[in-house]
């Protein structure tokens, strides 16, 4: 009978030689090198026919190469059930927040934001979510009042934060439990902003989980809900958003109408109120370039090198990486395809280093095709 480990591997429908692979390119993101393929394998066979024990470094790489826990690969002991017992009420213990706590809060959230947009989801994730877990907590047991509800609203922000990463690692539950977190703390908050902030980004996973139309009914509808005015510079998110959802789904006509009016509302300069919204000009001409490269179009370069060049020097995350995949997009339907694999080569080098799953997965379609 296979242990989990032989399990996990056999499920991926791995050899051994991408499991070394694998392990490689995680221990890379972490700044490690790992031991020749020979005394690897050796580890590894151990590992899967002998049950052998597993250390704390290798068991994170496995975590991560596998998307799965180490109880689910069997790397760590079960809990045991405890015997009967008198059970001991416990009382809670009540959180007293201030103005001060709470800015101490904001200020740990755009620290993790500021990281991950240089470092990417995996050198972060565990962070953000506990710090999400943190401030949950927190929320739970304060007393009522104005201070609750900032709280809450910081809740929102760093559970969104949290669930966008998640969605890059490739995890959607995960993902979408976050944004049901930042959601539910957004209507405790108040903030209607980030409220529809957070339900529109939800709707991504519905997108990365081929539910293509689920997605447009989300942020339409998150948009057309907002009960109360809310900042240029979200109204014009949410309709770059709709956007996209609506280039997914090949509606060129109204995908273009949509980013047009993105346009019109976009402010001259990024509101500090919102700092999870990073949208400016050169944000909105990448995004134009990625609908106009899920519709096939070829004037999605100009946009696209435009908005690469606006990038300037040291934007080596995320952003740059989603960039180059869709000016391989676009490059590949114009049918210049050196320039295709050179963004598209360029790319996958840069999610190697930022981890993420999501970019992986659109290379990979891209390099297949």
Known sequence: MLNRLAEARADRGWK????????????ARRGETLPKD???????????????????FYRELLCEVYERSA???????????????????AIPQFSKVDAGLVALLRGQTQSIRLLDRRLGGPAIFR???????SVEQLVRYALPGDQRDSAAGELSQAAALAGWQALD????????????IATAAARESGDVAALAYARAQQAYVLLDSGQLADAHTLITSARERVDAPVPPGLRAWLYAAE??????????????????????????????TLPYVMLDAGHLARWRGNCAAR????????????????????????????????????????????????HAQRA??????????????????????
């Not at 980013?259 to 402010?267: I, R, V």
């Not at 080596?316 to 320039?339: C, F, K, N, Q």
């Open 71 to 89: 109880a689910e690969l069997g790397l760590v002991e079960p809990t045991p059930v405890a015997s009967a017992a008198p059970v001991a009420v």
């Open 127 to 133: 962070q953000a979510r506990a710090h999400v877990d």
């Open 38 to 56: 020979e005394s690897l394998g050796r580890r590894v066979a151990v590992w899967e026919n002998q049950g052998g024990a597993v250390g704390d």
């Open 348 to 369: 996958a080098d840069l999610a190697g280093r930022t981890g993420s799953a999501r970019q992986r997965r659109r290379i990979g379609e891209l390099l297949s095709a």
């Open 169 to 180: 690692l490739g995890n959607l539950d995960e993902a979408w439990q976050l944004h049901e």
């Open 295 to 342: 519709l096939g179009e070829t004037s999605a370069i100009d946009d696209l090198t435009a908005a690469l060049d606006a990038m300037g020097e040291g934007n080596y995350g995320r952003a740059e990486v989603s960039l180059r995949v869709d000016l391989a997009i676009a490059h590949a339907a114009r049918g210049d395809l050196t320039e295709s694999h050179r």
């Open 243 to 272: 956007g996209e959802a609506l280039a997914a789904l090949g509606q060129r006509d109204a995908a273009l109408r949509a980013l047009d009016l993105a346009d019109a509302e976009l402010p001259d300069q990024l509101d500090d």
């Open 16 to 27: 051994k030689a991408r499991l070394l692979h694998e392990l490689r390119a995680a221990a």
